[in-house]
């Protein structure tokens, strides 16, 4: 059975200082909350909403001239492959673009295996592995596990805009 807000046509807009912060949806996508409470105060919240619900986000932050990067992304589990991730891709690359960027970049687990599928079909490519990089931020030692593996390791990848 479709939900009703899986009928509805969701709206992107940048958050305001009145919108109450998606935790859950940030969360998520990364962890743990000290990491991305950082990211958000040097960003930009983007919000999809659907009957006046709040169904997906991305955070996007430029962190060289030139360069954004998608720090968080998510969509609800109920709206899941009916095509919200790939128009949040497609709002943050328009928007690095109108910004005059030349690149778009992303980092997401290496055992993120549908994440990385989804940035390599819209066009992103692997450009490097931070090795480690969640070992580091494990919360007490503890490593979470994706399908069996083991998530140690950020894997970047980018886009290069036209422009």
Do not use: C
Request: hydrophobic share 45%; aromatic share 6%.
């Amino acid at each position: 059975m479709t939900s009703k807000k899986a009928t509805l046509r969701p709206q992107i807009r940048r958050a305001t200082p009145d919108d109450s912060t998606p935790w859950p949806l940030l969360l998520a996508a990364d962890g743990p909350r000290a990491e991305i409470r950082k990211y958000l105060l040097r960003g930009e919240l983007w919000l999809a909403e659907a009957a006046g619900e709040v169904v997906g986000q991305m955070v996007l932050l430029e962190t060289r001239i030139g360069t954004w990067e998608i720090m968080n992304i998510a969509v609800s589990d109920e709206l899941r492959g009916q095509g919200l991730g790939t128009a949040l891709l497609r709002k943050a690359k328009a928007l690095a673009i109108e910004r005059g960027a030349h690149l778009l970049e992303v980092g997401t687990g290496n055992s993120s295996l549908r994440e990385l599928a989804f940035y390599q079909r819209f066009g992103f490519r692997i450009v490097g592995v931070d090795r480690d990089f969640f070992v580091r931020r494990a919360a007490g030692g503890r490593l979470q596990k994706q399908d069996g593996i083991v998530l140690r390791d950020m894997v970047r990848l980018r886009i290069e805009l036209a422009g």
